[in-house]
């Protein structure tokens, strides 16, 4: 399926199949999708957490809104933002560049430097804003891949963010939660999956000018 079709296929799934699980191949596609997805300078200022474990899986339905879909799908996906942004990371990150690339260690030392002009003396709410806008981008590559394979997903901001970082340990890692997404097959009797699929016409949504 092209990009049309499978993002017409797919849906916001409200019940999966615990018994049908994704394979590890697929689970790597979807990440590598998340991978590649642009983001700002190029910092993937993010991570994704892939969660099969049960008890943890159970454990997060209640911060999810009583949404049983973390529980019951294949992997549950958090993607999870860089808290702020630092020197080290921004130099990390083109450390990475400069030898995919086989360059010189300071290729890119004049906009790195700039980078940090720019975000080092912003305020760390400040910046995790931005870096969670990136993960969003990121996670909207994801869900296109899932669709792609025809695996079922459940995009999911519904959840309580403290409680998902403190059961996560995500704060030791200069992380925050930003996004949920279970991935799986569907049940049977799941109320959405037959319904059409319902949009604004193009006409309403896109203005020419």
């Not at 797919?10 to 019940?15: L, N, P, Q």
């Not at 049983?68 to 450390?95: G, K």
Request: contains cysteine; aromatic residues 8%; neutral net charge.
């Amino acid at each position: 399926m092209g990009l049309l079709e499978s993002s017409a296929w797919r849906y916001a799934t409200k019940k999966f199949d615990p018994s049908k699980k994704v394979t590890q191949e697929q689970v790597d596609k979807i990440i590598e999708a998340v991978k590649l997805a642009p983001t700002s300078s190029g910092l993937q200022p993010f991570q994704v957490l892939v969660i099969t474990d049960q008890k943890i899986k159970e454990q997060m339905v209640p911060m999810s809104m009583g949404q049983r879909q973390v529980a019951d799908c294949s992997h549950l996906l958090v993607f999870a933002a860089w808290d702020n942004y630092t020197a080290e990371r921004i130099d990390n990150m083109y450390q990475v560049i400069c030898e995919v690339r086989g360059q010189a260690p300071d290729t890119y030392k004049s906009y790195t430097d700039r980078l940090k002009a720019n975000y080092l003396n912003k305020p760390a709410k400040e910046n995790f804003e931005h870096t969670a806008r990136q993960a969003y981008i990121a996670f909207a590559y994801a869900i296109a891949m899932t669709a792609e394979l025809k695996i079922d997903a459940t995009p999911m901001e519904g959840f309580i963010n403290e409680e998902v970082d403190n059961l996560l340990n995500l704060s030791d890692k200069g992380l925050k939660s930003v996004l949920l997404l279970p991935i799986g097959h569907h049940a049977e009797d799941d109320w959405l999956v037959n319904l059409k699929k319902a949009r604004r016409p193009q006409s309403e949504l896109a203005t020419y000018i």
